[in-house]
């Protein structure tokens, strides 16, 4: 059922249940005063007759008589009137006795002074009439038909009003949740649109503050990051390709060139040596790539442990200049509290850092003259500061705003080997342990790269 239906059935179905409270309401409250006013008329007849014949104004036969002529146009309340030790003294009409009076019924009606009676479809009432300092026991009863026939007119009229009413619920209720529910229809359709090849495509926003606008909101920035992805995801597979395609095509041209013709065994050499070259470039560059998927994972499923920066530099620092025995890197530590532990140490992945400090210091290294790499650790209130400079040529201002880019290389770069991966994976990995990475740098004056981690 769509939610047009369904909102108007449930709306009728609510409706309808309060609306049919009210009228239930009306018809009781109705049939009660209908009852109550019958028995007060009731009650005004029965001292009305009892008064007049034991006051003697009008004998027993002549009111029997008016009773029974009265009695075939409307209907009249039959009167009786009993002592207290139940001897009859008057009856309208003793062959019809319509409340069929007995000593118990008398007992009763002294006793509580004044009863409700109830014959079929007759209403009486019974009660005690003091006259000249003496009791007796009057009775009364008749059918209100004049009442009756208003509350069924009263019911026709309640039941004719139900209907017409809930027909009016139904369609008023349609036409709300039709006109409530064309904004969604609207985004619907926008939506149904949107596309791979259309994800600039927007959902409307009508700036009515409501929900529909907070769901269109939603969506609109759900979009723009998906926008983002795939323009990354197009842009990445574009530059791998472009980065994969380069080395592979020397490694094919080399090896072509060797098979052409005959050549001496140094000239194979040289060709296998430069297509092993390119083949660890190609295995370099996989292994970014692979890195920075891992970059990429959720930070709930990397695995977190306490790390020392300071050991962990040591450690970085052994295993860059067994593989780069030209390269130098001076640490120097600026500590405040030497003897605290806790001012170096912080919660993250030591593989994840390892590999983000890595290439920051051998981005120092191969972009220094000297090969030299100056890693200054010091501490802050709340964060570890480590700062990696060199002595190279540096970067302009418009460099340093790429420099994060993805397969970026600066215009120093030209003769240095690398494939612009290393920057992206070493801030992404920085900013999943909500660190920062910041760049400074002026042409001829080296660059710095500050990387600051909250300590534990």
Do not use: W
Not at 79 to 96: G, R
Not at 100 to 110: H, P, T, V
Not at 218 to 239: D, G, H, I, M, P
Not at 340 to 346: I, S
Request: aromatic residues 8%.
């Amino acid at each position: 059922m769509k939610i047009k239906a369904s909102l108007t059935l449930r709306n009728a179905v609510a409706t309808a249940t309060v609306f049919l409270l009210c009228l239930s309401l009306i018809y009781i409250i109705s049939l009660h005063n209908r009852t109550m006013t019958f028995s007060h008329d009731l009650k005004g007849e029965a001292i009305t007759k009892a008064h007049l014949f034991l006051n003697g104004q009008v004998d027993a036969e002549t009111m029997q008589s008016i009773y029974l002529n009265n009695k075939a146009f409307i209907d009249e309340v039959e009167v009786a009137v009993y002592t207290t030790d139940f001897k009859m003294l008057y009856h309208d009409a003793i062959d019809n006795d319509i409340i069929k009076e007995d000593s118990a019924m008398i007992n009763r009606i002294i006793a509580e002074n004044e009863i409700d009676l109830k014959a079929g479809k007759y209403q009486g009432i019974g009660l005690v009439y003091r006259f000249n300092g003496k009791d007796y026991v009057v009775t009364a009863a008749a059918y209100d038909g004049y009442g009756h026939k208003n509350l069924h007119e009263l019911l026709l009229t309640l039941v004719a009003l139900f209907i017409i009413g809930l027909s009016l619920l139904v369609v008023v209720g349609y036409l709300l949740a039709r006109s409530a529910l064309k904004p969604v229809k609207s985004i619907a359709d926008t939506a149904a649109r949107i596309t791979e090849a259309h994800l600039d495509s927007r959902l409307p926003v009508r700036k009515e503050n409501d929900e529909l606008d907070e769901l269109s909101t939603t969506f609109n920035a759900l979009l723009e990051r998906l926008e983002s992805s795939f323009a990354a995801q197009k842009s990445f597979v574009s530059n791998v390709s472009h980065e994969i395609k380069t080395p592979l095509a020397a490694i094919i041209a080399e090896l072509d060139l060797a098979l052409r013709k005959e050549r001496s065994p140094e000239q194979y050499k040289s060709a296998i040596t430069n297509a092993l070259n390119d083949a660890r470039g190609i295995t370099s560059l996989t292994e970014g790539l692979l890195n920075l998927a891992r970059a990429d994972y959720r930070p709930d499923k990397i695995k977190l442990e306490d790390i020392r920066l300071d050991e962990l530099l040591l450690d970085i620092s052994d295993t860059i200049l067994r593989g780069h025995p030209d390269y130098h890197i001076e640490l120097v530590f600026a500590l405040e509290d030497e003897d605290d532990d806790r001012v170096v140490t912080v919660n993250g992945n030591r593989y994840l850092l390892s590999v983000a400090l890595t290439n920051l210091i051998d981005n120092n290294c191969k972009y220094s003259d000297n090969h030299t790499s100056l890693v200054r650790i010091s501490n802050s209130k709340d964060n570890v500061i480590i700062r990696l400079s060199d002595t190279g040529k540096g970067m302009t201002e418009s460099e340093c705003e790429r420099i994060f880019a993805l397969f970026y290389r600066g215009e120093n770069s030209k003769d240095i080997k690398g494939y612009g991966i290393g920057m992206t994976l070493s801030l992404k990995i920085i900013h999943h342990f909500n660190g920062t990475l910041r760049v400074l740098s002026h042409p001829g004056e080296g660059t710095t790269f500050i990387v600051e981690i909250p300590h534990i």
